[in-house]
């Protein structure tokens, strides 16, 4: 190291020090439910199934940084002492059935342990708890309508809009490019919700980070996802399934709110009607 690096260092060290001593002790003022640049993680979670896969993913993240360690140390052994200099003569050794039923259960223990919160995870999610509000959404090229049919009186739908993405020039202060649409979808939250999801021509994929959810939007198919959203909020999504030349231009907004603030919504789009 040439001297003016050494001298450097310490300084280097102390602002990275200072850095993360900054940022552990900023308290955190909003959630984050939109992507931001350079993101590395999740969203943060706003459902008990996103916290879940949060989870599940830290689970995995271990076993994998076990493994990851060991197979390492192991190939750097190998490589040190089976190296020619070292070991000119090779041996001829073919099989050891003490360390062949080894190196077949550890895997197959770990892969146990990977299955068990895994699959827990998966019934959770597909556990449909008696729904307070259904509402189906519908893919089109290139924008999702939504239909609360529980507050329909006749045939017709009562509460049913269409969700198109703000333009960048319409875009206001504020807002999000390629993520805002004009008619958010309105849902209470601390309520169980019942999502169908379809599409009139071609697949799409209904995704919320932030909620744990992606669905496909099948043509001729109902698919039905449950959410249960912790908190109020604004939670962005976009459709996640390449369903033409706008596909990236369909995003997908949650505005979850108060039941009171919910019913009062609804009763504004029912006079509507
Ligand atoms: Cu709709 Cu991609």
Same mark, same amino acid.
């Given at each position: 190291m040439n001297l003016k690096l050494a001298f450097l260092w310490p300084k280097v060290m102390e602002y990275f020090v200072f850095i993360t001593i900054c940022f552990s002790l900023t308290?955190?003022?909003?959630?984050? /439910?939109a992507p931001e640049a350079w993101q590395m993680g999740f969203q943060d979670p706003a459902t008990p199934v996103m916290q879940g896969i949060i989870d599940l993913h830290h689970d995995i993240s271990f076993f994998m940084l076990v493994i990851l360690v060991f197979v390492i140390w192991m190939l750097s052994r190998t490589l040190y002492h089976f190296r020619e200099g070292n070991n000119p003569v090779p041996e001829?050794?073919?099989?050891g059935t003490t360390i062949e039923i080894a190196w077949t259960i550890a895997p197959s223990l770990i892969l146990v342990f990977i299955a068990i919160p895994s699959f827990a995870l998966l019934y959770s999610m597909d556990e449909v708890v008696d729904p307070a509000v259904t509402v189906k959404a519908i893919g089109h090229q290139w924008y999702w309508s939504y239909e609360?049919? /529980?507050?329909?009186?006749? /045939?017709?739908?009562?509460v049913a809009f269409d969700s198109y993405m703000i333009p960048e020039d319409d875009l206001s202060v504020g807002q999000l490019r390629l993520l805002d649409v004009d008619n958010r979808v309105v849902v209470p939250a601390n309520l169980h919700i019942r999502l169908i999801i379809t599409s009139a021509d071609v697949l799409h994929s209904w995704a919320v980070p932030s909620l744990g959810i992606k669905c496909d939007a099948v043509p001729g198919r109902l698919n039905q996802v449950s959410m249960f959203i912790k908190r109020q909020g604004v939670f962005y999504g976009q459709?996640?399934?390449?369903?033409?030349?706008?596909?990236?231009?369909m995003p997908i907004v949650v505005e979850a709110v108060s039941l009171q603030d919910y019913v009062a919504w609804v009763a504004n789009k029912l006079e509507e009607a």
């Open positions: 308290p955190k003022k909003a959630y984050q /439910d001829k050794i073919l099989h609360y049919s /529980d507050y329909n009186q006749s /045939d017709e739908e009562s459709c996640s399934e390449l369903c033409g030349a706008n596909h990236g231009f």
